[in-house]
């Protein structure tokens, strides 16, 4: 079955460390992206991926870092930089890039908690 | 003013009642809309896009009013698997993610 997933579920870290939450796709689709939700939020961009080996980013990308050296594969990395990192953290895809905007398919999620 | 708003809710409603969300945005060059439905602690899943004809899926109705810049949906007969949050989407139209905005969505709870 074709879909994204993400790991782990649940992660919890020590304030100060870094942590890489994963995000893989079988979708074949060339956008990336990763959200960032708090409760009673919406989702907030953190940084987006139109191509392997670019990504741009969005309205929150401080103390965060990405990587897209396969298509499949887009890890945002949660720096110690991250004032508040608690949060859930989604990762989705879209087959063309932002402008042509189709149905945005979403990862289960993966829930951090910062100690 | 946020760029995208929906009333918070919650919206406790019987089973079987009739019930409709606006979603307001500010940004009169938005060229698409959309209605996602997210499950707590679930990732979100598409409901509906919103056309400007309007279009209706079964039970769900979704509406787009340019010149007031809101989008609406409406469940009729609604089923206690209607309860989860439901987000409006509104997309910019230019080539840049960040004009993707989710609204904080609105919550609906369905009583037996």
């Known amino acids: 079955d074709g879909g994204i997933t993400q790991s782990p579920k649940y992660l919890f870290r020590k304030e100060g460390q870094n942590v890489t939450l994963s995000c893989e796709q079988n979708?074949?689709?060339?956008?990336m992206y990763w959200y960032r939700q708090d409760p009673g939020q919406g989702l907030r961009l953190i940084y987006y991926?139109?191509?392997?080996?670019?990504?741009q980013k969005g309205d929150i990308a401080e103390g965060y870092s990405v990587s897209r050296e396969k298509k499949e594969s887009f890890p945002l990395t949660v720096t110690s930089a991250q004032k508040n990192p608690t949060a859930f953290y989604l990762c989705?895809?879209?087959?063309?890039?932002?402008?042509?905007?189709?149905?945005?398919?979403f990862g289960p999620g993966t829930r951090l908690t910062v100690l | 003013r946020k760029e995208v708003e929906q009333d918070p809710g919650p919206f406790n409603v019987p089973e079987g009642a009739t019930v409709a969300f606006n979603c307001t945005y500010s940004n009169s060059a938005s060229q698409s809309f959309f209605w996602y439905r997210q499950d707590c602690r679930k990732e979100p899943k598409l409901l509906m896009s919103v056309y400007s004809s309007g279009n209706e899926d079964g039970r769900f109705t979704a509406q787009l009013n340019r010149a007031s810049q809101y989008i609406s949906l409406l469940i009729r007969d609604s089923k206690l698997s209607d309860s989860a949050t439901y987000l409006c989407?509104?997309?910019?139209?230019?080539?840049?993610?960040?004009?993707?905005?989710f609204g904080s969505g609105t919550r609906l709870s369905i009583r037996p």
């Open positions: 989407v509104v997309n910019g139209g230019y080539s840049s993610a960040s004009k993707i905005i």
């Open positions: 979708l074949n689709h060339d956008a």
């Open positions: 989705a895809s879209t087959p063309a890039g932002p402008g042509d905007y189709n149905e945005q398919f």
């Open positions: 991926s139109q191509i392997v080996n670019d990504f």
